[in-house]
């Protein structure tokens, strides 16, 4: 299941860096634009991550902070603001925050903290371990011999679709329509993750079955 990002941010241009940036990672999202949106589209689905503007047309979320954490315990909120004073971020992370970015923000620091957090939030999950790969389900993380590897999102997913039903073939439509949910996807998409995520933790993790699709190896680290 694909990470759900809320942004709630005023500024057209900053929501629309940051959507470029969630798309590169395959996060899925909405975006608010003021407190009553806010409020609203909280209180009608879920959502992973709410990356969260502070200074709004109608108010300040700073006082709506403490309400989204008691009301979402399992949404991480990662403050977004030009409010930069060191009271600020203290009373920030004080009120429920998990993180705080100030402007102006490089887009990857904030991909970066929403994948950190993802990590901290992890909790008594299975892991998956095949050698000297591990894949940590709940939190997004690859290790390979102790050390991260960087997947993006759908990269990711993959991995875990595949690793979670090892030596079963998945055809590449049932991997679009389990990972994308969208039938506009074409299977090439597959192929191109798929070499990608070879390139990051070695090729023999993950076979071809010709004219069909593909399969986790449990003897990735043996080549077989």
Request: glycine share 4%; proline share 3%; aromatic share 12%.
């Given at each position: 299941?694909?990470?759900k990002v809320l942004i709630a941010e005023d500024d057209e241009d900053i929501r629309d860096v940051l959507k470029?940036?969630?798309e590169v990672e395959g996060f899925e999202y909405k975006e608010v634009k003021d407190l009553f949106e806010l409020r609203k589209k909280l209180s009608e689905e879920a959502f992973d991550v709410v990356l969260l503007d502070l200074m709004f047309p109608d108010g300040t979320a700073m006082e709506d902070l403490p309400y989204i954490k008691a009301s979402h315990?399992?949404?991480?909120?990662?403050?977004?603001?030009?409010r930069d004073k060191d009271i600020d971020r203290?009373?920030?992370i004080e009120l429920g925050a998990d993180d705080y970015v100030t402007k102006p923000f490089n887009p990857r620091e904030v991909i970066a903290r929403i994948k950190a957090v993802l990590r901290r939030m992890g909790k008594g999950q299975k892991v998956l371990r095949f050698g000297r790969l591990e894949i940590y389900p709940e939190d997004y993380v690859v290790k390979y011999d102790g050390k991260n590897v960087e997947?993006?999102?759908k990269e990711?997913?993959?991995l875990r679709l595949l690793a979670s039903s090892p030596n079963?073939?998945?055809t590449r439509q049932e991997i679009v329509e389990k990972i994308w949910k969208d039938e506009?996807?074409?299977d090439r998409v597959v192929d191109v993750h798929i070499s990608s995520i070879r390139a990051k933790i070695g090729k023999d993790w993950i076979k071809t079955i010709r004219g069909i699709g593909y399969k986790f190896s449990t003897k990735g680290d043996s080549g077989v």
């Open positions: 299941m694909a990470i470029r940036f969630l315990p399992e949404t991480a909120i990662i403050v977004i603001s030009a203290i009373s920030g997947l993006t999102a990711f997913e993959i079963r073939i998945f506009y996807t074409v």
